[in-house]
């Protein structure tokens, strides 16, 4: 199993532009969260799903979108970067709510 | 609202030190507090988990506690390493809800 994959692995965005955080996982985990990490801070939880077609908004939904249309796959998606959007992204998948696997992250610079 | 808050925020010790970092919370109803790894550029890497009900937990030279009632859990590393130096980040899982609650971490440096 490849376990939680995200990608780009890095990526600069101007002001204003759009772009979409890919996540998969291949462990048939029903529930997949976002989660984003500051410099010098603990993660906050942007989205979380429980399933495929359930998605809920977590502390800090706010410039974000996503979808769950299939049980791999999660996407966060950035409609209108913005320079407080400069940050770690984490993708996490399990099979129950007790313990998560994380991805390796996304480094993300809105210029 | 619960606070996780992590001290020291960072930590330089010795090889072979026996070391401990501390997590409190403000909010003892928890479902269960996770101690993460995290290496630069990396993932997080799950370490201990501890359930309500339970005290402490072990793996390896690593050893949890969680005194629930104090909001306080500590995590205690033996015979530290190099390959120890990473960031640590205490998480709790509240009874409601599926969010992890994370503290910023405590940045360990072993040096040999």
């Known amino acids: 199993n490849a376990g939680v994959t995200q990608t780009p692995k890095f990526r600069i965005l101007k002001i204003g532009q759009s772009m979409t955080l890919q996540c998969t996982q291949d462990m048939n985990h029903n529930y997949m969260y976002w989660y984003r990490q500051d410099p010098g801070m603990g993660l906050k939880l942007i989205y979380y799903?429980?399933?495929?077609?359930?998605?809920d908004k977590g502390e800090v939904p706010n410039g974000y979108n996503v979808s769950r249309s299939t049980t791999e796959d999660f996407p966060l998606r950035l409609e209108l970067a913005a320079p407080s959007q400069t940050s770690v992204y984490f993708c996490?998948?399990?099979?129950?709510?007790?313990?998560?696997?994380f991805g390796s992250g996304t480094r993300l610079t809105v210029v | 609202k619960q606070e996780v808050t992590q001290i020291p925020a960072a930590l330089s010790v010795p090889e072979g030190e026996n070391l401990v970092l501390n997590c409190s919370f403000t909010?003892?109803?928890?479902?269960?507090l996770q101690w993460f790894r995290q290496d630069p550029g990396k993932g997080l890497t799950s370490l201990l988990l501890i359930q309500s009900s339970q005290r402490e937990q072990t793996s390896g030279r690593l050893n949890a506690s969680l005194d629930k009632s104090s909001g306080r859990s500590t995590l205690y590393i033996a015979a530290s390493q190099p390959g120890d130096s990473a960031t640590y980040l205490c998480?709790?899982?509240?009874?409601?809800?599926?969010?992890?609650?994370f503290g910023k971490g405590t940045s360990l440096l072993v040096t040999p």
């Open positions: 996490a998948s399990t099979r129950d709510p007790l313990r998560k696997g």
């Open positions: 909010d003892s109803a928890i479902y269960n």
């Open positions: 998480a709790v899982r509240p009874d409601s809800g599926y969010a992890l609650n």
């Open positions: 799903s429980v399933g495929a077609g359930i998605t």
